[in-house]
């Protein structure tokens, strides 16, 4: 079983020097990329489509609203996404069927790109809560997520919490070595006097949510890859055709209850 949480923030990089020195920096131009974030469920499909900016423009990325969008599932379906706004592109019509294979194809003008993802079985949630146990002398608050699993095929869960409606942290994590039940902790940093990891302390009254995507393998490789990225500055697999950025996934999808963060109604785990 391997696993691999990371907190949906930019990181911030101090600089410190008993001197000042103006640099120049020569930016090598390359040409835009696009980029497309798309789910298919049983309950719909959304896709994001974006593309690259310049490292000297003031954006990360500019949204795409002049696109086809269509997902189209080995079964025979077909499914177009209509535009929304701001790059955002859906379909309440579309359904994933568990076991079915569905191939976005979107077309932005003369370019064309493509990706394919199998939808997974659906799956149930036997408890989620959120438990607190002590690092050193902090006090160290998680989510945790107990998924029914059977273990008897490969599974691959993607993990994300919302703080206030924000995004905060997420998780990779597979079923090899577990059987019955899939233990899914995401940590979050609070009571803590460290400098650092500040933005990640939660405050009393504060929303949480949680939902818990099942994936397919390549999915599971791409965020494996995106999480490396983020430590060495380097995109994740490519999902799709054409040089395009982002990922398509047909997952099934289980959205816990909102929870209220409240320090002292907290638990330590071997307390529960």
Not at 28 to 52: C, F, M, R
Not at 209 to 226: L, M, P, Q, T
Not at 240 to 248: I, K, Q, S
Request: hydrophobic share 35%.
């Amino acid at each position: 079983m391997r696993k691999i949480a990371y907190t949906i923030l930019a990181a911030g990089i101090a600089l410190l020097t008993s001197c000042e020195k103006e640099l120049d920096f020569a930016y090598n131009n390359i040409e835009p990329l696009y980029v497309v974030e798309a789910n298919l469920t049983d309950d719909g499909a959304v896709a994001k489509l974006s593309k690259t900016l310049s490292m000297t423009d003031t954006v990360w990325n500019k949204d795409v609203t002049n696109a086809s969008v269509v997902i189209t599932g080995e079964d025979g379906s077909r499914f177009v996404l209509h535009h929304d706004s701001a790059g955002i592109y859906s379909s309440k019509e579309a359904q994933g069927i568990p076991g079915t294979k569905y191939t976005i194809h979107v077309e932005i003008g003369d370019y064309v790109t493509e990706s394919s993802s199998i939808m997974q079985e659906p799956f149930c949630v036997k408890d989620c809560y959120m438990y607190k146990y002590l690092l050193m002398s902090d006090d160290i608050y998680a989510v945790r997520v107990d998924v029914n699993d059977e273990g008897l095929k490969d599974s691959y869960y993607h993990a994300l919490v919302t703080r206030n409606g924000e995004p905060y942290k997420w998780m990779i994590i597979d079923n090899r070595g577990q059987y019955g039940v899939v233990e899914i902790d995401l940590g979050c940093f609070v009571d803590s006097d460290m400098e650092d990891h500040k933005e990640d302390i939660l405050e009393d009254g504060e929303k949480i949510d949680v939902e818990v995507r099942k994936v397919d393998r390549k999915i599971y490789d791409y965020y494996w890859s995106r999480a490396i990225g983020l430590d060495n500055y380097s995109n994740p697999l490519r999902d799709f055709t054409n040089n395009t950025l982002g990922y398509f996934s047909a997952c099934s999808v289980q959205k816990m209850p909102t929870m209220t963060f409240n320090r002292k109604e907290i638990v330590y785990l071997n307390e529960r």
